[in-house]
Every structure is written in structure tokens, then in C-alpha cells.
């Protein structure tokens, strides 16, 4: 059982920055996390993700360039550093582990076994 807590939402004026946590209780060094959002009335979209040892990373095409993924094993922490923030980018933004290590679409929130219960961030024009 692993379980997950986002913290660092908020409200952000547009063109600011915001970086949010997820803390993870129990071994997850071992494997991939991911960032997904969901805005009102909205599919859940896929927004980074990262291997355990962080060296491989994949971007949604509406973030990329913006948001880096990155995380810190000893903490057990994943982070998503979002500059140039939009109101396209007000969302609940939940993280997500893949415990089975086996991933065959990063994209997909159906790869993902655990969730956090998210965290609002909320971009003001």
C-alpha cells in the first residue's frame, strides 16, 4: 500500500510559477510517479511523468517547455516546478505511482495504481 499527499497549489497570477509536492508513504524509490490534472467538466489529462531513477521524463504537449518534473528518492518526494503559468493550467493536480513497474503507456492514467486525493491550483488572469 503506498499512499500519496500533494501540497503546494494554490493561486497564481498568470506568467507566475508554483511547484507542487507529493509525498509518498512507504518504499517508492522503485517506481515511476506521475502528474495528471483535471480541470472542471474536463477528462483527467496527463501532465509529466518519470522514471525511478529520474532519468527518463515525458511531458503533455500543453506543458512542455513550461513544467519539469523531477524527484528526490531519499524524500520520497515527487515535484513539478510549472513557470509561465496560464488559466489553461487551473486544475486539480493529482500525482500518481506505478507500482508493478511494468508501463507500457506513460500517458495513461490506466498505468497508474495509487493516487493522491489532489491539490487545486488556480491561475487568475
Known amino acids: 500500500q503506498v499512499q500519496l499527499v500533494e501540497s503546494g497549489g494554490g493561486l497564481v497570477k498568470a506568467g507566475g510559477s508554483l511547484r507542487v509536492s507529493c509525498a509518498a508513504s512507504?518504499?517508492?524509490?522503485?517506481?515511476?510517479m506521475a502528474w495528471f490534472r483535471q480541470a472542471p467538466g474536463k477528462d483527467r489529462e496527463f501532465v509529466a511523468a518519470?522514471?525511478?531513477?529520474?532519468?527518463?521524463?515525458f511531458y503533455g504537449d500543453s506543458v512542455k517547455g513550461r513544467f519539469v518534473i523531477s524527484r528526490d528518492n531519499a524524500k520520497n518526494t515527487v515535484y513539478l516546478q510549472m513557470n509561465n503559468l496560464g488559466p489553461e493550467d487551473t486544475a486539480v493536480y493529482y500525482c500518481?505511482?506505478?507500482?508493478?513497474?511494468?508501463?507500457?503507456?506513460?500517458?495513461?492514467?490506466?498505468?497508474?495504481?495509487?493516487w493522491g486525493q489532489g491539490t487545486q491550483v488556480t491561475v487568475s488572469s
Open positions: 518519470i522514471s525511478w531513477k529520474g532519468g527518463t521524463k
Open positions: 500518481a505511482v506505478d507500482v508493478d513497474n511494468v508501463i507500457v503507456d506513460w500517458t495513461s492514467a490506466e498505468e497508474y495504481d495509487y
Open positions: 512507504g518504499r517508492t524509490a522503485t517506481y515511476a
